[in-house]
């Protein structure tokens, strides 16, 4: 499954960290928030480097769907059924700022972006209330939305909140120029370097372990998705998703709105132009990493549900996403641990990575810098607890708690069971372990079924043909190779002692 901004894209190769190299200020993660980061700090001066685990674009932000807007579906009411109106309209003018930079950065840099209406739809009579709720806090918030009674669309269509002149792009064409950016101000981009845990050096340094060696830094930005160190317990303040995404010729005009759904499952569309031409962007149907039943079959609901509206429509293209919803609604940018900035992160975007990402990257470089944005407060790792986001995390922690105890008991399945056929995978006991076993083209693997991070089992992915991890989302190709975190260490072949994690200290 590859994206089709990927498609036919020739892209510089980046070489691995040469280890016992030194920098005031290391990034980790080379999507949107850490390269955006990385070129903030470097305009002001500072000693960067930036280590990627796969290659720039191989994480969320390679694969969105190209949104930016402000409008984005119902996140409005989302966080102000938790917090203050205040609250949200400092959301709402951090996304704002991180959308003006993006968007004059990308025509200094010469990325190309349309300017779109943005549209939050009713698919049924059922969603209608959401739709008009949204309006109503859009409003309040300063956005000028109105609200539209019908539009002729080829999908059921029963009213909408529209924000005019928002914006849409393709991600990897702005990672691209991110980079090339970066590396122009003199920082170093590695890619293929994973980073395994931080500890501290005797000269008050930290030290960056990585599979490429060891790298020193005086300060260390986690833009990994979801943090990679456990301290702080973020891998438990946010939950893991995973959307599909196809891209379909239509043989005819496609609306250009960027439209997406108040309700489930979620559709979202959009119009693009890529190396296959002219081509309908439809996506939806998501759900908890490693919770899916068959993944694959979400992904054929996808293409069936655009068959049925747009009977020409071709699939030319499909993949999916990853992103964390944060249990208290409201992103996070700020330090691991409270009273010290000598380790930032970010993480909780929603799904709303080219705002939120960048508004990350701006309060992350203002703390560092001394000018944080007046915003901010909205993102603060360590706000005071809101009771009404009680509940949330409770039901967020006791789901993986019941995640845990069902994969164990379903790893209990006696061995000696056939090889699965091609494409398919399954888990059972061998001897005391739970082994995962799966074949892909042509060749069978089994690994070590225990995710390395906090000790789920995985379970198979029928459409990307990997392992997920239902506890907090780290995924594993067939092999055992980490594909997203928090996880750093691979499923071990089956057999072989278990991998175990360096300690963050």
């Not at 009977?311 to 992103?323: L, M, Y």
Request: with cysteine; net charge neutral; hydrophobic share 40%.
């Amino acid at each position: 499954m590859t994206a089709i901004w990927s498609h036919d894209r020739k892209t510089p190769t980046r070489l691995p960290l040469t280890p016992d190299r030194r920098h005031d200020h290391v990034v980790v993660g080379a999507g949107i928030t850490g390269l955006a980061t990385a070129l903030l700090l470097a305009r002001a001066g500072a000693d960067v480097a930036v280590v990627e685990a796969r290659e720039i674009g191989a994480g969320t932000t390679g694969n969105t769907t190209g949104k930016v807007s402000l409008l984005q579906g119902v996140r409005g009411q989302d966080i102000a059924e938790r917090h203050s109106m205040e609250t949200v309209r400092a959301y709402i003018d951090a996304n704002r700022d991180a959308q003006r930079w993006l968007l004059e950065y990308c025509r200094t840099a010469g990325v190309d972006v349309q300017i779109r209406d943005a549209i939050t739809y009713a698919q049924d009579e059922s969603e209608l209330r959401a739709v008009r709720a949204e309006h109503d806090i859009a409003r309040r918030s300063g956005l000028p939305v109105d609200f539209v009674d019908a539009i002729d669309t080829p999908f059921p269509f029963h009213g909408g909140v529209r924000l005019p002149e928002q914006a849409q792009l393709d991600p990897m064409a702005l990672l691209m120029a991110l980079a090339a950016d970066v590396e122009s101000h003199g920082v170093p981009v590695h890619e293929s370097t994973r980073v395994r845990g931080v500890g501290r050096g005797h000269d008050g340094d930290h030290v960056v372990h990585t599979d490429q060696g060891d790298l020193r830094a005086g300060r260390i930005v986690l833009a990994t998705g979801t943090p990679i160190l456990d301290r702080g317990g973020f891998f438990a303040r946010v939950t893991a998703q995973r959307s599909y995404l196809a891209a379909f010729r239509i043989g005819g005009p496609v609306r250009s709105e960027m439209f997406l759904s108040a309700g489930s499952p979620t559709r979202s569309l959009r119009d693009a132009l890529s190396s296959a031409g002219s081509v309908l962007l439809v996506g939806g149907n998501g759900h908890g990493v490693g919770r899916a039943a068959d993944c694959a079959e979400r992904v054929e609901d996808l293409i069936d549900w655009t068959r049925r509206h747009y009977p020409t429509a071709e699939p030319v293209a499909t993949w999916s996403a990853q992103d964390y919803r944060p249990v208290g609604e409201l992103p996070y940018a700020g330090p691991l641990l409270p009273g010290g900035d000598h380790i930032l992160l970010a993480t909780g975007y929603a799904k709303w990575g080219l705002t939120n990402g960048v508004a990350a990257a701006l309060a992350l470089t203002g703390r560092v810098t001394g000018d944080a944005p007046r915003w901010a407060r909205a993102f603060a790792t360590w706000r005071a607890p809101v009771p009404k986001a009680v509940p949330a995390a409770v039901e967020a922690n006791g789901t993986v708690a019941r995640e845990m105890m069902t994969g164990w008991l379903a790893a209990l399945r006696p061995e000696g069971q056939p090889a699965p056929a091609e494409g398919c995978g399954h888990v059972r006991r061998h001897g005391l372990r739970p082994v995962a076993t799966a074949t892909v083209d042509g060749v069978t693997t089994e690994v070590s079924a225990v995710c390395p991070h906090l000790y789920g089992i995985v379970r198979w992915n029928s459409a990307e043909k990997s392992w997920d991890c239902p506890l907090h989302g780290s995924r594993f190709a067939a092999d055992g190779t980490v594909l997203e975190g928090p996880a750093t260490a691979p499923l071990p072949a089956a057999g072989a002692p278990r991998v175990t994690e360096r300690s963050p200290n």
